[in-house]
């Protein structure tokens, strides 16, 4: 059923083809050209029919005319058989209604076929005008006339005999004259049936001769409408034509091979596309765990950075509390020297001072200790950090260079790729500024390692004064010990100890210096590694949202190329 509406539907659209256009068109031009010849062709041929037995008309009267006088001027008055003998066959051949008869000049019939009308009044009114002429005297000449006899058109030649007036008559009906001209239209017109069915099949055969190579051309067009671009034999048949079928199949065979350029360069970028995209996404989610690591490792270091600041913090207490130390030292070896005559009685009492001071001096040296280790730790972390600025400004610079491949290819995907391209611009953007983050930290750092290198000097020097230091004391209590001995070598004592202790309160100025030059170094490496800790999550949030583009490039790629694969190649 579904087969037989399908058959319909070709049919039907069939009448609509440029083959049954053109064999319609072709029974046109047949119909118009037979109707036209009919038209133009039949009064013609009845003007020249009608002319032609006139004409013969004419010349029958005359001949037999002739006669009719020949037979009255031999005859002795009796020449009425005769003219009936003669008279009696004469007419058109063909033409039934074409008779003679003979009429007196008087107007009576003399001869007639019908035998009735003889003897009676002539009832012609061509004849009767004749009649009248004649007995006015007036002979006319042999002449062919037409006229109206009872609704019939009718030809009628008269001759008017020379002796007797006597007046015969040859007539014939128009219509039996032009039947001829019946036959001609008949045939003219199974002619033209004829010919209208030889130029239907003609037309038939030939349209469908010229319309093949057109339909193939639409199959041709249709396949690549369906987006199958595979070479097909029959094109190239058709491309060898020299006509404007052969023309249309080389155009259409020079669009399939530009569009089968356009899909197989779409084909391959998609094909790009999605390796870009893949390599993409894995150097996104590689990035990713690299910028993980860099944030924890920064995290490692603010916290040590936040402690390095703490431990400085107390050293500057420590140090503080030297100095407290130095100053009552001074004010104790002040009021030895004020005392100097009470050594003897105070020699004890200087001598348990002198043990208090030297424990001191142990601790000083502890904190100072401390102190020198804690620079050296501080350095070494300035190095490390250092080691990771450098490793940030690797990234950096390598997702700088993954955002300009990704904005080349994007640049490649054209519209479809335009998103993609933005994200890439801002990624290159962020890495710029991470590189120049990183810069400036490592500028910071460079400046750190140069005062820690300083402060580690200074911290030895200092080491070296605290030792020198718990000599004199210990060279102190030697003499303490021998003050007993002596009053005078006390006084040089207590004065040296006065010198040595300006010298410690100068050191211990110093020391201070560096040690708050430390905290503050300490505490900007703090701020350092906290801002470092910041950039590197804003990193890491950036690469994740790469890496989710990257996924969503790699779908787009898919896709695409899943949509491609709707051509036939």
Not at 147 to 159: M, N, T
Not at 185 to 212: E, K, P, Q
Not at 479 to 492: A, L, M, Q, R, Y
């Amino acid at each position: 059923m579904k087969e037989q509406k399908e058959g319909t539907k070709k049919r039907e659209i069939n009448i609509y083809s440029l083959k049954t256009k053109m064999v319609f068109l072709l029974l046109i031009v047949i119909i118009i050209t037979t109707g036209i010849n009919i038209w133009t062709a039949i009064p013609l041929a009845s003007d020249s029919l009608s002319n032609v037995n006139q004409n013969y008309l004419y010349d029958l009267v005359v001949a037999y005319g002739d006669e009719v006088d020949k037979i009255l001027s031999e005859s002795n008055g009796e020449y009425v058989e005769a003219l009936k003998e003669l008279v009696a066959g004469i007419g058109i051949k063909g033409i039934d209604s074409s008779y003679a008869y003979i009429v007196k000049k008087d107007g009576t019939m003399l001869y007639h076929p019908t035998t009735d009308k003889i003897g009676k009044p002539v009832e012609n009114k061509v004849v009767t005008e004749v009649v009248k002429q004649l007995n006015e005297g007036n002979v006319s000449e042999p002449t062919v006339v037409g006229y109206d006899f009872k609704g019939l058109k009718k030809y009628a030649a008269y001759y008017i005999t020379k002796n007797t007036n006597d007046i015969l008559v040859i007539t014939a009906d128009e219509a039996d004259i032009l039947k001829p001209i019946e036959r001609i239209i008949r045939r003219s017109i199974s002619g033209g049936g004829f010919a209208l069915v030889v130029a239907l099949i003609m037309g038939y055969v030939i349209t469908g001769y010229l319309v093949r190579p057109i339909k193939k051309a639409t199959t041709l067009v249709t396949r690549i409408a369906e987006l199958d671009f595979v070479e097909d034999e029959e094109q190239n048949k058709l491309n060898k034509r020299k006509d404007e079928t052969g023309e249309m199949s080389r155009a259409i065979t020079t669009l399939r091979e530009s569009l089968l350029k356009v899909v197989t360069h779409i084909k391959e970028q998609g094909n790009n596309l999605f390796s870009a995209s893949e390599l993409l996404s894995t150097n996104a989610s590689e990035t990713a765990i690299t910028i993980e690591q860099v944030e924890n490792a920064v995290h490692d270091m603010a916290a040590g950075a936040t402690s390095q600041a703490e431990e400085t913090q107390k050293a500057t207490d420590h140090v503080i509390v030297i100095g407290d130390m130095i100053e009552e030292t001074n004010k104790a070896v002040a009021t030895l020297n004020d005392h100097a005559k009470q050594i003897k009685i105070s020699s004890e009492a200087a001598t348990e001072t002198l043990k208090e001071l030297d424990n001191i001096n142990k601790k000083a040296s502890d904190s100072i200790d401390v102190i020198y280790k804690q620079t050296n730790t501080t350095n070494e972390s300035a190095l490390k950090i250092k080691e990771a600025i450098a490793l940030i400004t690797s990234i950096a610079d390598e997702t700088n260079l993954l955002s300009l491949n990704a904005s080349i290819e994007a640049a490649r995907a054209g519209e479809q790729g335009r998103g993609f391209a933005v994200v890439a611009t801002q990624i290159q953007k962020l890495a710029e500024q991470s590189n120049d983050s990183a810069r400036k930290i490592e500028e910071i750092i460079s400046s750190l390692i140069k005062d820690s290198t300083t402060a580690v000097g200074t911290m030895k020097e200092v080491k070296e004064i605290i030792e020198k230091q718990n000599e004199n004391v210990e060279k102190t209590n030697t003499i303490f010990v021998e003050v007993k001995k002596g009053i005078d070598n006390s006084i040089e004592g207590v004065q040296a100890i006065l010198e040595r202790t300006k010298k410690m309160d100068e050191a211990r100025v110093k020391v201070v210096d560096i040690v708050h030059s430390l905290s503050a170094i300490a505490d900007e490496n703090a701020a350092s590694t906290q801002e470092t800790s910041a950039s590197a999550t804003e990193v890491s949030s950036i690469m994740v949202n790469v890496s989710e583009n990257a996924i969503q490039l790699k779908e787009i790629a898919n896709s695409l190329d899943q949509g491609m694969n709707v051509f036939k190649l």
